[in-house]
């Protein structure tokens, strides 16, 4: 099945402890990309990619780091966690050709920073 | 970067056509609508796109305006599981998608 998948679905974490969220995809798709939701704000692009060792900032870059050394996976590091990175975070990927294809979007993953 | 305007929610009647609106008089003439839902806490989910022709799928029909300056997503036969938020999304020339605050859609029993 194509998908996106993203792990954990949720996690609890402690202020300044490192933490990696990991995507994976098995579509062969060249662009992926990271977003955060908050109440109120709506869905916000973090990162994206464009290709394997390809990677810009969104729109909330500040706080986060990614990498793309393969094609399927796009991690999320988060080097030192803060309380206002508590969110709910989807990874997404899609086709080269953006405008004729959708985006699919993983499950999400709901992030506490305590 | 084209914006888009969305009424910030919705209802209708279980069964009936659910037609959401949305606003992109800036748009620019290789931008396409594209059209994504998001249930509750869920990924957002594509359902649509279009650049100036109508179009249909087995989820739903966008209707864009001649002009582009606004679109319409049709869902014919609504039910509850088509609650969610309705996101109206203009590509822009980046290739990067920005979503605004969407549509919340009820489909009332």
């Known amino acids: 099945e194509a998908q996106v998948t993203q792990n954990p679905r949720y996690l609890i974490t402690v202020t300044g402890k490192k933490l990696t969220v990991t995507c994976s995809q098995n579509?062969?798709?060249?662009?992926m990309s990271w977003y955060r939701q908050d109440p109120g704000l709506g869905l916000r692009q973090i990162y994206y990619?464009?290709?394997?060792?390809?990677?810009d900032k969104g729109d909330v870059p500040e706080g986060y780091k990614v990498s793309r050394k393969e094609k399927r996976n796009f991690p999320l590091i988060l080097e030192s966690p803060s309380p206002n990175q508590t969110s709910l975070y989807f990874c997404?990927?899609?086709?080269?050709?953006?405008?004729?294809?959708?985006?699919?979007f993983g499950s999400g993953t709901r992030l506490t920073v305590v | 970067d084209a914006k888009t305007t969305q009424p910030t929610s919705m209802d209708c009647a279980e069964g009936r056509a659910a037609n959401l609106p949305c606003n992109h008089s800036?748009?620019?003439?290789?931008?396409?609508v594209y059209w994504y839902r998001q249930i509750h806490s869920q990924g957002p989910q594509y359902i649509i796109h279009?650049?100036?022709n109508n179009e249909t799928n087995e989820m739903a029909s966008l209707i864009i305006t001649e002009d582009r300056k606004s679109s319409t997503l049709i869902l014919p036969h609504a039910t509850l599981r088509d609650t969610a938020v309705y996101y109206c999304?203009?590509?822009?020339?980046?290739?990067?998608?920005?979503f605004g605050k969407g549509t919340r859609l009820h489909i009332l029993p």
């Open positions: 990619s464009m290709n394997v060792e390809v990677t």
């Open positions: 997404a990927s899609s086709s080269q050709g953006l405008r004729d294809y959708g985006y699919t």
């Open positions: 579509m062969n798709h060249e662009y």
């Open positions: 800036t748009i620019s003439g290789n931008e396409y």
């Open positions: 999304i203009i590509m822009n020339r980046d290739d990067k998608i920005i």
């Open positions: 279009g650049l100036k």
